[in-house]
């Protein structure tokens, strides 16, 4: 069979693109067992989808949608397979929690919920073999005018799954220049996290569980990349890098024996690293690590379910600091209920920690997550629920809808403040450029302005500059809630 996998090109986004991850799975695991699959990454290029179902002719098409920006061209192209009478399944985290919504599309069929590579594989073996798709776990459908679940599909064992196939793409175009390399790409060693935090989609989606994939299989993946396209820098996109102690190190000490001239940054949990083991990843090519500390309330770390050690957080970024590892730290603010006293306190730690760069997003409700639930439960929230109205979300970058006890205002000047302080700041780390983040958010720009023609140029241009006027306004003005707050000059109450 063969199946023809489609990344939607995402609406008004100003940033460079990375490697569609779980479509490269799924159509690396496809395959791997006997069928065809090939990916058509819309966010690089709008490549025309007609030409490439004439010329291919799948049996299927399957498209990712992972985020609200997506559903417009998601949208778009189902279409335009419909109208070649070809089955279409939606897949990714959004639609996984909204499936029903997916299905309101007339040129949607089916739903893929949770992970992929197993259902897609079961869903062409069905296709070929003639036999019912209700057998096929992880589906939702409609069928006589009735939404139809298949059931839960328990989840794969990654030790089993092939390398990725990276050839499925256009390497090349998914470089980005980040900190000390000027062509990284995003890769991936495991999925999932362990955590239950209460915002997030992981307990959901991945059952609150962490698996990793073969070692051998990643570093094979690294060595052709680095061989073939000169990659000398990943981002390794995982939901948490490693789980503890052991699984650090044993990961760690296969990339520092096998791995030479590639630099590397991932996502870590705070309280989980000490000197030693910061030591170990910095000798291994760690450069960066991103922290989601999410608050600087107690009480809110608890309510959110973090299940950090506070007392860690300042010295974790003191270590990383003195190793020479970049930070970022990743903060939430206006979660349900919170208060002005606790935000505050986000700020005063986002102000007093060594973090190389300080990211502040606003709370939104995602679907799936138990704070959309919760919110959701108690007539707080009603969520937008046709495709219309969630293609219009813009998580985390504008306020939607504020359950906090903070003015929109208030919450405004905090994140642009320190958006404005990290676009700026002079010197990250040593080797590394002064002013890169500015410089990586001007060049992700540039891509994202030129990647989809000239109809869109203006479109983003005008989206760009509304952005950086937005983060010039409420970083410089409203000195009242900047002193409320001590974010006037210098930072540090």
């Known amino acids: 069979m063969k ?93 996984s929690a909204l499936p029903e919504s997916a299905l309101e599309s007339p040129f949607v069929d089916m739903v893929s919920v949770g992970e992929g590579e197993e259902t897609w594989l079961d869903i062409l ?23 139809c679940y298949t059931g839960e599909r328990p989840l794969g064992d990654l030790s089993s799954f092939p390398s990725i196939d990276y050839e499925l793409v256009d390497v090349k175009s998914l470089f980005q220049e980040y900190y000390c390399s000027d062509k990284t790409l995003y890769l991936f060693s495991s999925k999932g996290c362990p955590g239950k935090c209460t915002f997030c989609f992981n307990p959901e989606f991945h059952r609150s569980t962490h698996r990793r994939r073969r070692t051998e299989h990643i570093i094979n ?52 690293i000490d000197r030693e083991l910061l030591k170990l990843m910095y000798d291994a090519g760690c450069r960066w690590i991103f922290f989601g500390v999410e608050s600087g309330s107690k009480e809110t770390l608890k309510t959110i379910k973090k299940g950090i050690d506070y007392d860690k957080i300042s010295e974790t970024f003191r270590l990383c600091k003195e190793l020479g590892i970049i930070t970022i730290a990743a903060f939430i603010i206006g979660f349900p209920g919170e208060t002005r006293e606790q935000i505050a306190d986000t700020v005063r730690l986002a102000s007093s920690i060594d973090a190389t760069q300080i990211q502040v997003n606003f709370f939104a409700p995602f679907a799936g997550s138990e704070a959309y639930n919760d919110l959701v439960s108690s007539g707080r929230y009603v969520p937008p629920l046709t495709l219309k109205e969630l293609s219009r979300i813009r998580p985390t970058e504008v306020i939607g809808n504020n359950f906090s006890c903070v003015s929109d205002k208030e919450l405004k000047v905090i994140r642009y403040s320190f958006m404005w302080r990290s676009l700026f700041k002079k010197e990250l780390s040593t080797g590394v450029k002064h002013y890169e983040f500015a410089f990586k958010m001007i060049t992700d720009a540039v891509k994202s302005l030129f990647g989809h023609g000239i109809l869109q140029f203006f479109g983003l241009a ?21 002193r409320k707050y001590g974010l006037e000059k210098g930072g540090k109450k």
């Open 3 to 95: 199946v023809l996998f489609i990344n939607p090109a995402p609406k008004g986004f100003t940033r460079s693109v990375t490697a569609p991850l779980g479509l490269l799975s799924i159509a690396s695991y496809l395959n791997a067992n006997g069928h065809t699959a090939i990916i058509c990454d819309r966010t690089v290029k709008k490549t025309n989808v007609k030409k490439i179902i004439k010329d291919f002719s799948p049996d299927i098409v399957g498209v990712s949608v992972i985020s609200y920006k997506g559903i417009s061209d998601a949208l778009i192209v189902s279409e335009q397979a419909k109208e070649f009478s070809l089955p279409v399944v939606w897949g990714g985290t959004l639609f």
């Open 125 to 147: 073996n069905s296709m070929e073999s003639g036999s019912d798709i209700d057998n096929v776990k992880g589906l939702v459908y409609k069928k006589d005018g009735k939404v």
């Open 221 to 272: 993946e690294i060595c052709h990349l680095r061989d073939a396209y000169s990659l000398n820098g990943i981002y390794f996109a995982d939901e948490l890098f490693a789980r503890n102690r052991e699984e650090l190190t044993v990961f760690c000490n296969e990339l520092k024996d096998n791995i030479k001239g590639v630099f590397w940054g991932c996502q870590m949990r705070i309280g989980l």
């Open 462 to 482: 005008f989206l760009s500059a509304k952005e950086f006027l937005t983060a010039l306004v409420y970083a410089h003005f409203f000195p009242r809630i900047r």
